[in-house]
């Protein structure tokens, strides 16, 4: 007979995801009985997509997959995949570039962006059309096949779904990792760009997609991985903004793309969607994906978010997109303003022929006024005023063309352009800063650990090192930041990364670092064990070995006073080769005496004090007097 822990753990992991997905499905279908249209779901997605299939959203998707389970190496540790070798560290290290934007840091990373790609892709597939112009034709032949036969592999639907449309994905991809700034990693940015082409064709429909569907796939996702959670208050350890995370020239970079992709489909059909739709939509998906979040580093764990810049650039070029998707080609300078524009500027008279001219025609009056004297020499003079009438025609031309040159700038074309300054410009900014060499990958450390090309090691306060090819002339002290913690350099890989900070370590007191490459991972190991004496800052050790290897000393804080004086002396502790000390100093005679720290419910003596260790807490005792000096971290 099955207990009754069995019987739950079946009802929750089995029964309960059935059900919930059967109630989904009957749901959808009940509601496509009710919504009554002249065209059925299926006959509009068939209409644009082979079989009414998104396969070329499916091949990307599952492509990601593979990346994240058998290049980082999830398969083996889903929540832990091998990170550090596919990030765009420089252009340097092809890897990095080329499979940055197909990796990700852990699961929750890799299932945010997937069910991102999950609700845009197959509507950016969808506006693109797997059919010759997007959509399918309506006329078959005799024989059941369409009326517009497939004259070449351009044309074929089958090869633009399952090739043409996945390669101009991986296209994208490589280019936000190309042009991304920094050591970025993630779908993300391939994620706003078919977000911002599906934007342009389908405003209304994308942004419910982004703002709700998403949120819905995320929720039974998780309902169903884990029906009944248990979550139970507890310290977390300190960390920079949620926003301080994120690439946010990378989210821009591929949001500019997928709009100047979808820009050009719009005017190769000649479709224009209604503004007001897509300045909404544009304004929404700006503000409610924090493209808005424009920050920098400061020193000391200090984060700058310049948000009103940020909120007026995301209205701005919300209105500059609409332009460029919406406006007509109407002159951005009326003609009359371009025709006064240009007299002001260049006067017909200051011509470089003007005066020539005049006089030629002054000389031809008079061969004309001589011409009474005989018809022979009036012709001659007609003859010769001829090409100077024509040449004063060709000035003339010459002047309006100037003076239309203005107007002849339409406002469609005018924002699009200004499209693809802002695109320039996010794709620029990111160059100087891929072009990073790590010229040595060694730091000052009193250990480090090497698994092949990588060096593995603990320091603080050591300069970090991407952020020195910005560095340029009274900026240089601004962008300048340190680095504490445990740092991973390769110099065959132009890699450098504080992978795990300081403050981080403090908290945690021992991590794991996945280091490897396509097909292998090592592990590493770092461990920090400190006391805090009462009052003062902590003294620690930091400890760090590869898997399978002893640990060895990597870092030794200095020593730190306890607040407190008893019988008129002053306990200090310090860390001496790996050993935790503690100082005795009297006040009066400065004589000082040293003993180690005691092991568990022990005690020692030094400079006529006491010293208990009970648990976590060491204690000093004189006279009948017993007080805490330090507590283990």
């Known amino acids: 007979m099955l207990s009754l822990e069995t019987v739950q753990w079946v009802l929750l992991t089995v029964v309960l995801p059935i059900v919930t997905v059967a109630t989904v499905l009957?749901?959808?279908?009940?509601?496509?009985?009710?919504?009554?249209?002249?065209?059925?779901?299926?006959?509009?997605?068939?209409?644009?997509?082979?079989?009414?299939?998104?396969?070329?959203?499916?091949?990307?998707?599952?492509?990601?997959?593979?990346?994240?389970?058998?290049?980082?190496?999830?398969?083996?540790?889903?929540?832990?995949?091998?990170?550090?070798?596919?990030?765009?560290?420089?252009?340097?290290?092809?890897?990095?570039?080329?499979?940055?934007?197909?990796?990700?840091?852990?699961?929750?990373?890799?299932?945010?962006?997937?069910?991102?790609?999950?609700?845009?892709?197959?509507?950016?597939?969808?506006?693109?059309?797997?059919?010759?112009?997007?959509?399918?034709?309506?006329?078959?032949?005799?024989?059941?096949?369409?009326?517009?036969?497939?004259?070449?592999?351009?044309?074929?639907?089958?090869?633009?779904?399952?090739?043409?449309?996945?390669?101009?994905?991986?296209?994208?991809?490589?280019?936000?990792?190309?042009?991304?700034?920094?050591?970025?990693?993630?779908?993300?940015?391939?994620?706003?760009?078919?977000?911002?082409?599906?934007?342009?064709?389908?405003?209304?429909?994308?942004?419910?997609?982004?703002?709700?569907?998403?949120?819905?796939?995320?929720?039974?996702?998780?309902?169903?991985?884990?029906?009944?959670?248990?979550?139970?208050?507890?310290?977390?350890?300190?960390?920079?903004?949620?926003?301080?995370?994120?690439?946010?020239?990378?989210?821009?970079?591929?949001?500019?793309?997928?709009?100047?992709?979808?820009?050009?489909?719009?005017?190769?059909?000649?479709?224009?969607?209604?503004?007001?739709?897509?300045?909404?939509?544009?304004?929404?998906?700006?503000?409610?994906?924090?493209?808005?979040?424009?920050?920098?580093?400061?020193?000391?764990?200090?984060?700058?978010?310049?948000?009103?810049?940020?909120?007026?650039?995301?209205?701005?070029?919300?209105?500059?997109?609409?332009?460029?998707?919406?406006?007509?080609?109407?002159?951005?300078?009326?003609?009359?303003?371009?025709?006064?524009?240009?007299?002001?500027?260049?006067?017909?008279?200051?011509?470089?022929?003007?005066?020539?001219?005049?006089?030629?025609?002054?000389?031809?009056?008079?061969?004309?006024?001589?011409?009474?004297?005989?018809?022979?020499?009036?012709?001659?003079?007609?003859?010769?005023?001829?090409?100077?009438?024509?040449?004063?025609?060709?000035?003339?031309?010459?002047d309006s063309r100037d003076s239309s040159r203005l107007s002849g700038i339409g406002r469609r074309q005018a924002a699009f352009t200004l499209v693809l300054v802002v695109l320039a410009v996010l794709a620029g900014m990111a160059i100087p800063v891929n072009f990073f060499v790590l010229d040595d990958a060694n730091v000052s450390s009193d250990a480090t650990v090497e698994i092949e090309d990588y060096t593995i090691q603990y320091a603080e306060d050591v300069e970090y090192e991407l952020v020195s090819p910005v560095r340029v002339g009274p900026l240089s002290d601004a962008v300048a930041l340190d680095a504490s913690g445990v740092i991973v350099a390769s110099e065959e890989r132009q890699l450098w990364a504080e992978v795990v900070p300081a403050r981080q370590l403090e908290f945690s007191s021992e991590e794991s670092i996945a280091v490897g490459g396509p097909g292998w991972r090592e592990t590493v190991h770092v461990e920090r064990i400190g006391w805090e004496p009462v009052g003062n800052d902590s003294v620690y050790q930091v400890e760090i070995w590869a898997e399978g290897d002893d640990p060895q000393l990597a870092h030794e804080s200095n020593g730190s006073r306890a607040d407190v004086r008893i019988d008129d002396q002053n306990v200090t502790m310090s860390s001496v080769d790996g050993e935790f000390t503690l100082e005795v100093e009297s006040t009066e005679t400065r004589d000082v005496e040293t003993t180690t720290v005691p092991e568990s419910n022990e005690s020692t003596t030094a400079g006529g004090l006491a010293f208990e260790r009970e648990d976590d807490t060491i204690y000093a005792a004189a006279d009948g007097t017993r007080i805490a000096i330090a507590n283990e971290e």
């Open 26 to 398: 009957l749901s959808v279908a009940v509601v496509s009985r009710l919504h009554r249209t002249d065209a059925r779901w299926g006959d509009v997605a068939r209409s644009r997509l082979v079989m009414g299939v998104p396969w070329g959203s499916l091949i990307v998707i599952a492509l990601v997959w593979c990346v994240y389970l058998f290049v980082q190496d999830g398969i083996t540790a889903f929540d832990d995949p091998v990170t550090i070798p596919y990030r765009a560290y420089s252009y340097f290290y092809p890897l990095g570039m080329l499979t940055a934007s197909f990796s990700h840091a852990g699961p929750n990373h890799l299932l945010g962006n997937l069910a991102g790609a999950a609700v845009v892709a197959p509507i950016a597939e969808y506006a693109w059309g797997h059919y010759p112009g997007g959509r399918k034709a309506d006329s078959v032949d005799s024989d059941g096949r369409e009326a517009d036969s497939v004259d070449s592999w351009r044309t074929n639907p089958w090869i633009r779904a399952l090739l043409v449309f996945p390669l101009v994905v991986v296209a994208i991809t490589i280019l936000t990792s190309l042009f991304a700034l920094g050591p970025v990693i993630g779908f993300s940015g391939v994620v706003f760009a078919f977000a911002a082409f599906a934007l342009v064709h389908y405003p209304i429909v994308t942004i419910v997609g982004v703002l709700g569907v998403q949120g819905v796939l995320l929720t039974l996702y998780r309902a169903l991985r884990n029906p009944i959670g248990v979550y139970v208050a507890e310290s977390s350890p300190p960390s920079a903004p949620s926003w301080a995370g994120i690439a946010i020239q990378g989210h821009a970079l591929g949001f500019f793309i997928g709009l100047v992709l979808g820009i050009a489909l719009l005017r190769r059909r000649g479709h224009r969607p209604d503004a007001l739709r897509i300045w909404i939509a544009i304004l929404i998906f700006g503000f409610a994906q924090g493209l808005w979040q424009i920050y920098w580093f400061g020193g000391g764990n200090v984060f700058y978010l310049f948000q009103g810049p940020g909120v007026l650039i995301v209205t701005v070029l919300a209105l500059v997109v609409t332009v460029a998707i919406t406006a007509s080609e109407r002159p951005i300078v009326p003609e009359r303003i371009s025709r006064r524009f240009t007299r002001v500027r260049r006067p017909p008279s200051d011509s470089a022929v003007a005066r020539p001219l005049e006089l030629a025609r002054n000389s031809g009056d008079e061969s004309v006024s001589d011409s009474r004297a005989g018809d022979s020499a009036g012709a001659d003079a007609t003859a010769l005023t001829a090409p100077l009438e024509r040449i004063s025609e060709l000035v003339a031309t010459t």
